[in-house]
DNA sequence: CTGAAAGCGCTTACAG
DNA sequence: CTGAAAGCGCTTACAG
């Protein structure tokens, strides 16, 4: 049995100076200071040193936080826990953010919504001090929402469903994605092509279409309703939505190509299919969207429409600290720009040309 | 152009206060105190909520921490970054711990780690007040570094390499998880099964092993040293040592089972042996370990140990917070015991009997 | 080059 | 029921 990790008191500055018979200002200073350190004399800074080594001092950040009116430290708020694959995604981002906020010596804290219409209360109670700023993740909040949000908190959001007054949001060019997309399978001679949507009024459920659309038009593929098959945003819908479709249209021509609104949904599709001996790409050439980590994983690998999700996660902590720093006054307009990434398509072993004849749906479940 | 967010300063109890023209320590009560709150007359209570309102008060974290000398927060530290599936691992025990913490209104920051062994210097900056205990995710500190954590905070270790001393380790029944696998194999008629190991020296690397030669040993099945090849834990590692398994014994029999060290490294092997047109689970059963999401989303999905991964996170900020709230002078041993969550086999579709002739391995890479 | 003072925004005893 | 005081551990001017 040892003592209690906690037993005595941590050591203050107060205790460094003492045992190194200086005030704790001179501690401060060569222990926390940066610019002021050269004015204390090299034989007292070796005794603080040696003071500070020896009673294992370590700076509370809290007090300095409350001192500097600044802790340090990013928030990242976002709809963690849904399931499955948008964690893919947040983790992605995640790790952009961990990234450039670690070189910049800032911290992040991660904060849970589950969703964002009814915890925008929890928001609130977010901005209390312990961050600078903070980053929403894919914020689906309304502009309305959006104007209650705490007035001396800096944001920037990722991803965000709509624009928020005074938030500089970063986004990919998703449009051009889902055309890129569409356009590889054209290209590549398919000409009965699908798309799996996501959820009906998210942005980038609604970007995904006008992009499959205008890749249509421009190659003048006509387009009709039936080529929109609705799914969401995970596997298990991506997955539904596959059986349900095969199983309405048994015995009727498959698709020779699918675009999918995201790898989640390519996934599930890519499972239905296998479910019923269907060959990707033989049979079906299947492309996704967002180039997350299991699109190398999958079997076979997924071609895709990288986004760059490190990238961006890594930019809106460089927006946000940009804010954080230079808010001493300055103006922030109401409708700050967007920042828009490139995307690319990725061409991996979900897509060949089409089957030279047409495929038809099986009839029913074989064994697997 | 409206005013920058920050112009003006955030509004403190004093200010909330004088606007309802009471003292800042009633505001304290009322707006944060628990207990107390009951001792201020209600229509004070009124105004004060009100001028809070009025003011969008917001209490400030740093100044209640250093007051209380306690954060609402507690850190995770690990090493994210790790190219690939760690990050799955790492995803689903913080998913656990964020919603321990989330639901005792703990705050949670994310600290990471590049190598254990030399950022303990890191390590020690990240106890400085921030936070009021630690997570270490799968540390492999040595027992002599353990001795050099800082001694102010509590620490509560996940998957540790070695017994960190007054650390609980929190882990699951490794070797057993192995066994399990392994028997589920024999018990499924294999015969001819190899392992893919992990790292030499990690301890849940030689825990499978051992749990791998005692499923042989129980059911009789000869064991020698060919059966163990090295792969890592990575599906980049796991697909490297598949491809190079099957160059180096072309032509001569497949093994009908595979028991990998992790589902990354089955997801290489499954990768690479479909490059070759070997099926699974057909020609050959793969089995993984971690039952990590992307076991429901690889074809075919993978038969898998299950490590109650969320549910791990989460007991670890139990026991991490019960060391907090109850570090007020106790002793706590140098020795502490471990907490092991058990195992599970989940059976998926990459495992069958085996093929009733023997396969072999085809002598060179066919087209895909 | 070094120290005494005041303050960051909150809370916890202690008086009234 | 309410307020004046002191303190949490640090930092930033300001004196010497």
Avoid at 181 to 201: E, K, M, Q, S, Y
Wanted: glycine residues 8%; proline residues 5%.
């Amino acid at each position: 049995m040892l003592p209690s990790q906690n037993l005595h008191r941590a050591a203050t500055l107060a205790d460094v100076g003492r045992e190194a018979g200086v005030s704790a200002m001179a501690a401060s200073a060569v222990l926390n200071g940066a610019r002021t350190s050269s004015r204390i004399a090299p034989e007292t800074r070796e005794r603080i040193l040696a003071a500070a080594a020896k009673l294992r001092y370590r700076p509370n950040a809290a007090a300095r936080a409350l001192a500097n009116r600044r802790m340090d430290t990013i928030g990242v708020a976002g709809v963690f826990d849904d399931g499955g694959e948008l964690n893919q995604y947040f983790l992605e981002i995640l790790s952009g953010i961990l990234a450039a906020a670690g070189s910049r010596e800032q911290n992040t804290t991660v904060f849970t919504l589950h969703d964002w219409d009814r915890d925008t209360a929890r928001l609130h109670s977010f901005c209390d001090g312990r961050i600078d700023g903070l980053i929403l993740l894919a914020p689906t909040l309304s502009r309305a929402q959006g104007k209650l949000l705490p007035a001396h908190t800096p944001f920037v959001a990722l991803h965000a469903n709509t624009s928020l007054p005074h938030v500089v949001n970063i986004e990919s060019d998703e449009e051009h994605g889902a055309f890129l997309a569409v356009r590889a399978l054209i290209d590549g001679g398919h000409r009965r092509i699908l798309h799996f949507f996501g959820t009906r009024g998210r942005l980038g459920a609604e970007r995904r279409i006008v992009g499959f659309k205008r890749a249509l038009a421009t190659a003048r593929v006509p387009f009709d309703d039936s080529m929109l098959v609705p799914a969401g945003f995970s596997t298990e819908e991506g997955r539904r939505a596959m059986r349900r479709w095969l199983a309405d249209h048994a015995g009727e021509p498959l698709p020779t190509g699918i675009f999918c609104v995201n790898d989640g949904v390519a996934f599930g599709c890519l499972e239905a299919l296998a479910e019923l001996g269907i060959r990707v790409p033989e049979d079906v050439s299947i492309v996704g969207f967002d180039d997350t980590l299991g699109a190398r994983s999958s079997v076979p690998q997924l071609t895709t429409i990288r986004q760059p999700l490190r990238a961006m996660g890594s930019r809106a902590v460089e927006v946000l600290l940009e804010r954080v720093n230079g808010s001493n006054g300055e103006m922030i307009a109401e409708d700050v720009s967007s920042v828009v990434f490139p995307v690319e398509l990725i061409e991996r072993a979900s897509t060949a040309a089409p089957p030279s004849t047409d495929r038809l749906v099986p009839p029913r479940k074989q064994r697997r």
